[in-house]
């Protein structure tokens, strides 16, 4: 097990966690909420990490970020930095990436409260923030919970994303998957085998807890 990899990921997941959920919460509110002629093209293009390969998503943040973009440019000029090769840059990929693994399962629990619910906190006087707090939150968790655990597990794995902007440099961006990459390449297949299978335990232990919280707080609701 490459134990540098693996915290480095772990910390790429937490990081990307902690800072998509409470965007997508607010993204996926407004998108529950309202209906307006340009939402179907925004939900199309928020949803576009799903369906492209993320070695093209990859590229094309790499020519974005890169030394000849505009931003690259910006960020080497006024800041001394660049986003391509550096975990920095990793952890805006993997927010990206994960935008749709985050809203979906948030945007439908905000989708299922009822209406006469919302009618209700709306007659009552409560404020946005209350209601918010107070009557949303504690029904939509268990999509909140599902985006938190999808999006940790995705990012765990992620690869192709990881290679093209980060590339593999051992404790800068070089994640678990990149180090059973170098394993099968160096053709050390024991060590990639036993990171693979702490992958795959990983993934199948969080699945079955996410789905048995989720339906424990179902029933918490009454829903």
């Not at 965007?23 to 309202?34: P, Q, R």
């Not at 093209?164 to 059973?180: P, Q, Y």
């Amino acid at each position: 097990m490459d134990w540098q990899a693996f915290w480095l990921s772990i910390k790429l997941s937490s990081m990307t966690v902690v800072i998509l959920i409470p965007l997508a919460m607010f993204a996926a509110k407004f998108f529950a909420y309202h209906d307006f002629k340009a939402k179907p093209w925004l939900e199309a293009l928020v949803m576009v990490p799903l369906v492209l390969p993320p070695t093209v998503v990859g590229y094309y943040l790499l020519v974005g970020l890169g030394s000849q973009s505009l931003v690259g440019q910006w960020l080497a000029t006024y800041l001394g930095t660049s986003l391509v090769f550096n975990f920095s840059g990793l952890v805006l990929a993997s927010v990206l990436i994960n935008i749709p693994f985050a809203l979906q399962p948030i945007q439908r629990a905000f989708e299922a409260i009822p209406m006469d619910v919302r009618d209700a906190a709306l007659c009552c006087g409560m404020s946005p923030w209350a209601r918010l707090y107070k009557i949303e939150l504690p029904m939509v968790w268990p999509g909140v919970l599902t985006a938190i655990v999808l999006c940790f597990s995705h990012v765990l794995g992620e690869f192709g994303v990881v290679l093209m902007l980060g590339g593999n440099i051992a404790g800068e961006t070089k994640t678990l998957s990149i180090a059973i990459y170098d394993s099968v390449q160096a053709f050390d297949l024991a060590a990639a085998g036993s990171m693979s299978l702490f992958l795959l335990v990983f993934a199948v232990s969080v699945l079955a807890l996410t789905s048995h919280l989720s339906r424990r707080m179902v029933a918490a609701n009454g829903q």
